[in-house]
């Protein structure tokens, strides 16, 4: 019987083949966004593009890092192609937004974009630091069937 609560299959399991078309997928759209940045869709913006290219990549270590390192739960089909999509339109098409497709011109840094690049690091640290807190409280044997309800969660 298949333990699947909220969309999500709960059950440990490798699942490599999914794990590796996800990160195929996820490469595709990386390499995509690079070349965006390199000419390849006229943008006006190339110095925000580059950091939102930026961006992309560190979400895509990342992704990599929980796939194959923090993740001890099967990956359904469902969610390899669900998740890629939604990656693809945020990576993507806010590259083309933040580049400046629809504006036409560069818009001048201001602090606004300082608090952005701030909560983004904030929150990539956030989110990963605990998912590492987590992995290490759950390999300690004394934890086993225990609910991790310590560190950043």
Known sequence: MQDNQGGINRQHNSS??????????????????????????????????WILFGFSFIYFLRHITTLFYLLQRQVD?????????????????LL?????????????????????????FLGSYL???SELQRKWWKNDLK???????????
């Open 96 to 120: 083309l937004l933040g580049a400046g497709i629809f504006h036409q011109h560069a818009i001048e840094f201001d602090w606004t974009d300082s608090i952005a690049i701030i909560l983004f």
């Open 16 to 49: 490599l083949k999914q794990k590796i078309v996800f990160i195929t997928l996820h490469t595709f759209i990386i390499i995509i966004s690079l070349y965006i940045v390199l000419e390849g869709v006229e943008i006006y913006d190339k110095q925000r593009a």
């Open 143 to 153: 934890n086993k069937g225990k609910i991790y309800t310590k560190g950043l969660f």
């Open 127 to 129: 989110n990963t630091y």
């Open 77 to 93: 089909w469902g969610e390899v192609f669900g998740l890629s999509s939604f990656f693809g339109l945020f990576e993507i098409g």
